[in-house]
Each structure stands twice: as C-alpha cells, then as structure tokens.
T-cell receptor
C-alpha cells in the first residue's frame, strides 16, 4: 500500500528537550515536505526536499532542522523545542517534483511542548 | 505578499451544490491544487488545474482563471461525508524549488 508514515503520532515533551519526528514514504517520491497546522492559519510549510541531500526552507523554518540522507526518509528535528512549536505536523511527498502537486500526506503528529 | 484567500466557513444542505472560492495575490504560479481534510486527519489531494478552465472529477470540479486571479472548487450532490475542510494551494513561479503556499482553509458543513 502506498503511504507516508510518521512517528510518533502524539508527543508531549518539555521545553528544550531535543526530539525527532520521523517520516517515511514507500512511493519512491523525490519530493518531500513538512508542514505545521495551527487553528486559523492553515498549512504552513516548514522545510522541503527536492531530492536526496537537497533541502530548503519553507515559510516557517525557524527552530527546525531536517535531513534527507535517503530518498524514503525525511526526519524533522526540533533541537530545543519551545511552547510556540506546539502544533499538528504533517509530512508529505509527491512524485511531481517540478510542481509538487498531488501530495500524499502522512497521518500527522500532534506535538505539545510544555 | 504572496497569499491565498478562502472563506473560513461555508454551510450547505445535503444534495445541494456549493462553491468554495480561492483568490490569490501572487505574481505567478504553476497551477492550483485542492485538498480535503477531515477532522484534523491527513489532507487528501482532490484536483489540480495547470491551465485555465474547468477540471471535473466525479462530483467535484475545479476551475481556474489566471486573468481574474481566482479559482474555485465546486461540489455537487453534496453528501454528509463532504463535511470537511478544503484547502487551495499553489507553487509560486518565483521559487524554482519546492515551496508551496496554502490557503487558510474553508470548513464546509453539510446539513441534512
């Protein structure tokens, strides 16, 4: 089954404790992206990757890091989480690298930082 | 700036037709996409307009007019299961990478 998986699905952590949210896709897609979703703000892009070892900032990259060492994986790293990073996070991938439409989204990770 | 605007809420009755608009202020983009999201779950892709005009996929249609800076999603024969949030999205031409901009979403409520 073609899918994007994220782990963990739910996470409660404390300020400053480094965490990683994993994302993996089994569709051999070149394009992957991370979004955060907050009430009234829609989906905002954090980082994206056009291919292995190629990453770039979206609209809200501050406080986040990513890496793309393998085509299937695109982890999101919060080195020192803060309460304003409490949000619902989605990973997505697309086989249409040029225009990145028809994205497949993971199930989401609900993060709470206290 | 670059932004997409959608109505925050739309209400319609079962069996009716509803149109969700997306207007944009961006200098240029490759095409307009639409996604559906139920109750905070994973957004799912609905349609993509690369060119001006109407694209039809079953009960859903999407329209784009670049000259009017306007697009819409049309849902026909509404069903209760269509109650969800709908997002439009574009990839700006000014960015040759993979940057995407999403609208804030429209919450559709279908009433019996």
């Amino acid at each position: 089954e073609a899918q994007v998986t994220q782990n963990p699905r739910y996470l409660i952590t404390v300020t400053g404790k480094k965490l990683t949210v994993t994302c993996s896709q089994n569709m051999n897609h070149e394009y992957m992206s991370w979004y955060r979703q907050d009430p009234g703000l829609g989906l905002r892009q954090i980082y994206y990757s056009m291919n292995v070892e190629v990453t770039d900032k979206g609209d809200v990259p501050e406080g986040y890091k990513v890496s793309r060492k393998e085509k299937r994986n695109f982890p999101l790293i919060l080195e020192s989480p803060s309460p304003n990073q409490t949000s619902l996070y989605f990973c997505a991938s697309s086989g249409h690298r040029g225009v990145a439409y028809e994205q497949y989204f993971g199930p989401g990770t609900r993060l709470t930082v206290t | 700036g670059q932004s997409l605007e959608q109505p925050s809420e739309v209400t319609a009755v079962e069996g009716a037709i509803v149109q969700i608009n997306c207007t944009y202020q961006t200098s240029g983009f490759y095409g307009l996409s639409w996604y559906q999201q139920h109750d905070g779950g994973a957004p799912t892709f609905l349609s993509y307009n690369a060119l001006d005009g109407l694209e039809e996929t079953g009960r859903f249609s999407s329209f784009l007019s670049r000259s009017d800076s306007y697009g819409y999603l049309l849902l026909q024969e509404l069903q209760m299961k269509d109650s969800a949030s709908y997002f439009c999205a574009v990839k700006p031409i000014y960015n040759q990478g993979g940057k995407l901009i999403f609208g804030q979403g429209t919450e559709l409520s279908v009433k019996p």
